[in-house]
């Protein structure tokens, strides 16, 4: 009886979380090692994440040849094995050493003239590269407010007590959290949102993304607007071989907060492309960004 209980879904938590917390301590030359033969694993067996990035560099990177593209696949595949291995090391490694990861920023000038605007700044943090190190270096630099939403599981708690280790705050993605941000950016101070994602239906405007109608989130251009606030991309460079990160901040077009959504959108997603462009291999490209498309255009996913 002893032994048919350990083997239940409890044990398997208890197992998942003496991996998570071991994993935790590794060194990130391992945990990237272990991640990039995650990434060789899943370009090797068929799966639709895989099928998905092709699908996306083909559409959005046509000029690279045939090899070129399927070489991004691996390297893509490679760096995303490594961001969901990474995580445990970020969420709940020893602080200082986490605090010693990033080894250099750049773009702080911009950041600083932006906040001594004194309008609030509207951190918009796509999924490229090292994104949860992104927000975990920012908060620890200055105080930024975030929504995020519930997964309904048992590593919602992980995720909150990791995002929020350095002082960051989340809000929940709802109006509130949204009139929590707009007061953020009264105050001066800044909100983190996601520039990439497909937002719910009547959150978002279609505007090119690598040349292709994406439903594109509005709530920063239009906060932007609101508000004055200053837009800056703010992502995490992985360096090779476990070397740690390096922080990038880069203004967002000036029209980002044009009085037209889809000119704003299309700004905010112009931007984005130059970052994506920087290091392509370090998107997040098995995201689903064009499952919604204008009235009447059919499925890219055939």
Known sequence: MIAARSTGPFANRYVLQFLYRSAALLPLPVVHAIGAAVGVLAWLVPNKFTRRTRVHIALCLPELGRGAREWLVVRTLVE???????????WSGPV???????????GMDDLDRAL???????????????????????????PIVSMYRLQGNAWDDVMK?????????LV??????VREQLETLRRGDTIGVLPDQDPPEGSGAFAPFFGIAAHTPVLATRLARRTGAAVLYVFA????WGRGFVLHIVPAPADVADPDDARACAALNRG?????RRFPA??????????RRPPGEPSVYG
């Open 237 to 240: 460079e992985r360096l090779g």
């Open 272 to 276: 984005l492309e130059e970052c994506i």
């Open 172 to 177: 929940s993605s709802d109006r509130s959290g």
């Open 96 to 106: 200082a050493r986490v605090e010693r990861l990033v080894r250099e920023v750049r």
């Open 116 to 142: 001594a605007a004194g309008k609030g700044v509207v951190a918009a943090s796509p999924h490229l590269g090292a994104w949860e190190m992104a927000g975990l270096e920012y908060s620890r630099r200055h």
């Open 161 to 169: 007590r990791g995002r929020e280790r350095f002082g960051a705050r």
């Open 282 to 291: 370090q998107y997040w490209w098995s995201y689903a960004r064009f499952r």
């Open 80 to 90: 995303s094995g490594k961001a969901f291995v990474e995580l445990p090391v970020l």
